[in-house]
Each structure stands twice: as structure tokens, then as C-alpha cells.
């Protein structure tokens, strides 16, 4: 064999292996060429551009050199919602007409350029600014599904994602158990922007390639057909490509991939979708930052793997059991997690879940950590078992649909427990100074069974409970008396009800405007409330048609709890009559909380801008409702004339 023919005859097979994931020959044979190879190399003093021995890296780099692109690397604009990509394409299709769209992953690492001249590898780059990025050809190298050369022989940048898989992060972490890497996304950006190549030839990564920059004398029209060409050229392609000509069908394969999406052996953070035809991108053009013609779907949360340890099993106050898996300590969001909910039995055989196996989880916003999916199980997995009797009170289970409840609800310490606790919190009724260790000494000592008993308390009854004395007596007796003034938002969320929270709450308030009229209403007049389905109406029918919840009602009544939805409080607050959307983040507020703000001083929150609304509170990278606020001439304010306004 001629050293062409070896090079060749390795690269055909790293191919196979590497990018294709078909191997055709076992290891040995290939590290036995190798060797060959290398030996050729070493007593010849000659080694062609293309040898599988140039991937081992060299030597470590004192600094990155910069590398100007040819082209420009966009950046790509961002949708997160479904609204915001109906609106996008719908826009595509009013200046271009019909088209086809192209839906593709949007891969979780570091982007990167290779250069190729005469069929060869000539170097890779970082994006940097889009302009100029870093060099990072001896990092990119050792790259094995890089294909070193190809067919076509112009001079090209062509573009992709640099990852690591999680299963090469896995294999990575059981070699050194003592400095495990965390997340694939970081180990990836880190390995290829580490100065010695040794480590990121060590961290296994790949190259996943979705666009060209400037490519000579190549004609292709269309995202297709380039995909195409970066497949005959041997490269790594998207693991997803579809077409899809309007929203429906787009969103149809986003919610498909976010399915899957547990099952991937790589992160993604989103879907891209572009416009497939070239000629129709000149049309669209570009903005001073994007193209108009592509842009990418974000999913809301960020997914890492780990082992899932123990399931413990939480009943709640309504008398659900959560299972809550016990996990390795592993970071996400910046936050360390141990404990996410796997939702319920259901969802646990669903998803094939075990305990001493390895999971996904994910968090969005503010919402408790999640188990999306099993990565690995291995030979000492087990399977999660169900529950028969309540961890609180040991009464039998009974399933209802894909749930364990506790049945026994009058006298299940945790589920009594966490009412009450519940009807304390700051958005429920207001009660402050009692821990949820407090509430289950009161239950426990004082015969406190339900929230109205609260009101019954004296000070003699507190002064029973560790740590109570005349001050801390005499606060939670005032705070006590005060939440008799709860609004009528307030005491419908404290009431607990099966998946009422705050802002359905409010909304009930607001329809039905008293107790008396909410206990009357049917299924049909509820879900006819938006966001309220069947499930959460039947939920509140349910709940009214309980006696032990109206002999509560009524004792809290007794009390002078009964209150009636009043609008006077609004009148005069700076947005009264005012329809307003939020739209992009604020930095001093969150969306519910300025959300707040705004219902308080009279303004009504709506979600989409339309021409009824009034106003439109922009913060920080607010897209498309932005625009279509000005189009549509609707007065649009930033957050420091929000903050002046609600100041005043
Ligand atoms: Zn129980």
C-alpha cells in the first residue's frame, strides 16, 4: 500500500465510524494501519496534508491567533413562543409568498468555521464577533468526525456546532471520577477553547455542519440541496431536517423534537428554522445583526444528565402523592440541584424511569426541576415501585387516572398540614410567623384541623408552642386578625384548590365576584373563562360540592371571612382602563411580579398585542410584540418610564 492509499483507506474508515456511526472494521484493524502509517511517516520524514496522524493534537498554544472570517457568521433572532413564531412566518409568507421552510436542531455548543482550499483541511475557527474569531485549527483537528479532506475542491467556510456528546461525556467522566465535567455545552465550548489540544482531543467531540459561508464556484439554491453537498463531501449533518411549508406543520416537528428530545445523545436549545430557497433569502435580506430569513425556536429550559438515586414519595395538601427522585448533586442554571420531581406513576413507566440509573432532567424559569427521561440504565438499575399506603397516615391508595392519593383527608397529617400551611402563604391569606413546623405543632397540640380553626386560637393555646412569647404571641394573633381582610383572589387560591393558582384565581375573583356565585357555577360557565379547561373546572365544581370544604367555608365565614370582588382599589392607579402587554425581561422585576404591579394600579394584562391594547412595557430583547406594537401605533414605554410611572 502507498502512503495515499493508507491515508485514504483511514479516513474512508474514521468516516464510517465517526459520521456515519457504521463501522466496518474493528478497532485493531484500523490501529494496526495506523501504525503502519505512522512508521511510514516517521522513516520517510513525509506526512500528507490529510494523515489521520496530524489529529493528535501537537503541542500546547501560548495564545489564540485571531482569524478573520470571509463572510460574516449571523448570529440568529430568537422566538420563544409559539405566538412569536406564527407571527414570524406569517410575516416570511406576506412579503415572499408561499415557501418552504426548513426545521433543523439547533445544537448546545460552540459554533465553529472550517476553512477547506483544493479539497483540504486548512484550519477552523471560533465565531468571535461574526467578523473575527479565534484560531483553532490544532483543537478542531482532533476532531474525528472533521473530515480532513473532501471532494469538493474550491476554497469554502463551512459552518458548524462543536459538541460533546453526552454519552463521550459519560465515557469521559468515568475516566476521571474525580473531576467529572458537568455539562456537555461548557465541556465542549471549554475543550476547544482550552490553549492545549491534548484536551480536547481527549473530551472525543464532534462537529455537527448546517451552513457555508463563501464557497467558490459552488451553485446550490437551497438549504436542501447544501445539506446535500455536506453530506457528499462527508461531513456531519443535523440529525433532524425537515420541510414544512406553514406554522402548523413547523410546529408540528418542534413539538415532535421536543418529544424526543430526552432521548438525544447531545444537548439542543432550540430548533432552527430558515427559509429553504436562496432566492427567496435575498428577498428577505438581513437586518444590521440577523438574517431575516431564519430564525430560532428556544426552548425555555436547559437539560443535563445524572444518576437518580432514591424516589421518595410527597403527599401533598390535596392529598396527591408526588414522587421526588433524590439525584447527584449536578448543576443547572447556575443552581446546584439534588431533588426533581418525576410528576407521577404514570409518567414514571412512561418514561421508563429507575433508580441507579442516569436521567434528564431540566428546569424551566421557576418551576421545580423536572425528570424528563432515562439517558442509561445499567446491570444494577431497579425499577421504581408503586406505593400502597401513604407515607403520612398509611391509608390505602387510590389511583385516580395517572395519580396516587391519600384518600383519607380529614385525617392525614401532611395533607392537613400542608392546607394550612398553603392558606398562609403571602399570596393566599397573608399569615406571617408560622413555619410549617409551627402549623404541625398547632395541629398536633392545639387540635387545629382546618384554617378556620386558626381564628379560634388564643393566647394561652400559643403560648403552649416551643419558642412563643408575648411579642411573637401577640404578632401572629395580629397578622391572624388582618387576613380576615383577604381579598377575594386571595382567599380562592388559599382555599387550595386542584390547580388554581394565583392568577386563575384572580380571574375567578373577577368573573364571579363572590363566594356564593362561584359555588354556583358549572363546568361549561367556567371553561368558558380563558385558560380555565375541563379538568380545572370540574376541579372547582368538585370542590364546592364537598361538604366538609362548605362546612369550612362556612366557619370561615362565621368568622367574617367572606369576601366580595371589589374594583374601587384600581380607579385612580396610573394604568385604570388600560389594556397592557409585557413584552422582552425587565431588570429590576420579573414578569409576574410586574404583572402585579400593573393589575394593582388598575391595568389589565393581556398576552397579545392587538389593536385594543393600550400600552406595551418593553424590557430588554422584546421581539416581534415590539414590532408589532409600532406597526399597529400602540404606545410602547422601557422600564425606567414603567418604574417612573408606577413611582408616582
Ligand atoms: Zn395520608
Not at 425537515?242 to 432550540?270: C, H, N, T, W
Not at 370542590?543 to 362565621?558: G, I, P, R, S
Amino acid at each position: 500500500m502507498t502512503m495515499r492509499e493508507m491515508v485514504d483507506q483511514l479516513n474512508k474508515w474514521a468516516y464510517e465510524y465517526y459520521v456515519l456511526d457504521a463501522p466496518t472494521v474493528a478497532d485493531t484493524q484500523y490501529d494496526a494501519l495506523y501504525d503502519q502509517l505512522s512508521a511510514m511517516e516517521k522513516s520517510t520524514g513525509v506526512v500528507l496534508e490529510d494523515s489521520p496522524t496530524k489529529r493528535v493534537g501537537g503541542e500546547p498554544l501560548k495564545v489564540f491567533l485571531p482569524h478573520k472570517h470571509i463572510k460574516r457568521l449571523y448570529s440568529l433572532d430568537k422566538v420563544q413562543s409559539f405566538n412569536e413564531l406564527e407571527e414570524w412566518i406569517n410575516k416570511v409568507i406576506s412579503v415572499v409568498g408561499p415557501t418552504v421552510f426548513t426545521v433543523e436542531l439547533k445544537y448546545d455548543g460552540l459554533t465553529i468555521n472550517c476553512t477547506y482550499s483544493n479539497g483540504k483541511f486548512l484550519g477552523a475557527s471560533t465565531r468571535g464577533n461574526g467578523i473575527e474569531g479565534e484560531d483553532v485549527t490544532a483543537q478542531v483537528l482532533t476532531v474525528k468526525s472533521v473530515p480532513l479532506s473532501i471532494d469538493f475542491d474550491g476554497f469554502a467556510e463551512i459552518q458548524g456546532e462543536g459538541i460533546m456528546r453526552l454519552s463521550a461525556l459519560e465515557a469521559y467522566n468515568r475516566k476521571h471520577p474525580d473531576e467529572p465535567l458537568k455539562n456537555a455545552r461548557n465541556a465542549a465550548a471549554g475543550a476547544i477553547r482550552n490553549l492545549d489540544p491534548a484536551v480536547t482531543a481527549e473530551r472525543n467531540l464532534d462537529v455537527v455542519f448546517y451552513s457555508t459561508g463563501y464557497t467558490e464556484g459552488m451553485t446550490v439554491g437551497s438549504q436542501t440541496e447544501l445539506v446535500q453537498f455536506l453530506k457528499n463531501n462527508r461531513f456531519k449533518t443535523n440529525f433532524v431536517f425537515e420541510e414544512a411549508s406553514d406554522f402548523p406543520s413547523v410546529k408540528a416537528v418542534i413539538e415532535k423534537i421536543a418529544e424526543q428530545r430526552g432521548s438525544y445523545d447531545f444537548l439542543i436549545d432550540g430548533v432552527v428554522i430558515k427559509v429553504n430557497d436562496y432566492a427567496t433569502r435575498e428577498l428577505l435580506g438581513y437586518t444590521d445583526k440577523f438574517p431575516k430569513w431564519a430564525v430560532a425556536y428556544k426552548f425555555d429550559a436547559e437539560q443535563v444528565m445524572t444518576r437518580l438515586e432514591e424516589v421518595r414519595w410527597q403527599v401533598g395538601r390535596t392529598g396527591k402523592l408526588t414522587p421526588i427522585g433524590v439525584l447527584s448533586p449536578v448543576d443547572l442554571c447556575g443552581a446546584t440541584i439534588s431533588r426533581a420531581t418525576l410528576n407521577n406513576m404514570g409518567d414514571i413507566r412512561r418514561k421508563k424511569l429507575k433508580v441507579n440509573a442516569d436521567v434528564f432532567i431540566r428546569r424551566s424559569n421557576d418551576v421545580i426541576p423536572e425528570v424528563l427521561g432515562l439517558a442509561q440504565d445499567y446491570s444494577d438499575s431497579m425499577e421504581i415501585e408503586k406505593p400502597d399506603r401513604c407515607p403520612s397516615c398509611g391509608s390505602k391508595l387510590v389511583e385516580r387516572g395517572a395519580n396516587l392519593y391519600c384518600p383519607d383527608s380529614l385525617h392525614c397529617l401532611t395533607q392537613i398540614v400542608g392546607r394550612i400551611d398553603h392558606y398562609c402563604t403571602k399570596s393566599a391569606c397573608n399569615i406571617e410567623g408560622l413555619s410549617e413546623k409551627t402549623v404541625r405543632a398547632m395541629v398536633e397540640k392545639l387540635n387545629v384541623s382546618s384554617p378556620a380553626d386558626l381564628y379560634d386560637l388564643t393566647a394561652e393555646d400559643l403560648s403552649r408552642l416551643d419558642g412563643f412569647k408575648d411579642k411573637k404571641i401577640s404578632n401572629v394573633l395580629k397578622s391572624i386578625e388582618a387576613s380576615k381582610s383577604v381579598s377575594l383572589a386571595g382567599l380562592i387560591y388559599a382555599l387550595g384548590i386542584d390547580n388554581i393558582g394565583t392568577v386563575t384565581a384572580r380571574d375567578l375573583a373577577r368573573t364571579f365576584r363572590s363566594l356564593e356565585n362561584l359555588k354556583k357555577a358549572d363546568v361549561a360557565t367556567l371553561s368558558a373563562i380563558d385558560q380555565i379547561g375541563d379538568v380545572v373546572a370540574q376541579g372547582i365544581v368538585d370542590y364546592f360540592a364537598d361538604k366538609e370544604n362548605l362546612m369550612a367555608l362556612d366557619k370561615l365565614a362565621a368568622h367574617g371571612i367572606n369576601p366580595v370582588y371589589s374594583e374601587n382599589v384600581n380607579t385612580g392607579g396610573v394604568f385604570s382602563g388600560k389594556k397592557v402587554v409585557l413584552t422582552g425581561s425587565l431588570k429590576k422585576y420579573t414578569r409576574s411580579e410586574a404583572g402585579k404591579i400593573i393589575e394593582s394600579l388598575g391595568g389589565q394584562l393581556s398576552s397579545s398585542v392587538t389593536s385594543t391594547v393600550n400600552l406595551v412595557v418593553a424590557g430588554e430583547a422584546a421581539g416581534s410584540k415590539l414590532d408589532k406594537a409600532r406597526q399597529l401605533g400602540i404606545e410602547v414605554i422601557d422600564e425606567d418610564t414603567f418604574i417612573s410611572l408606577i413611582s408616582k
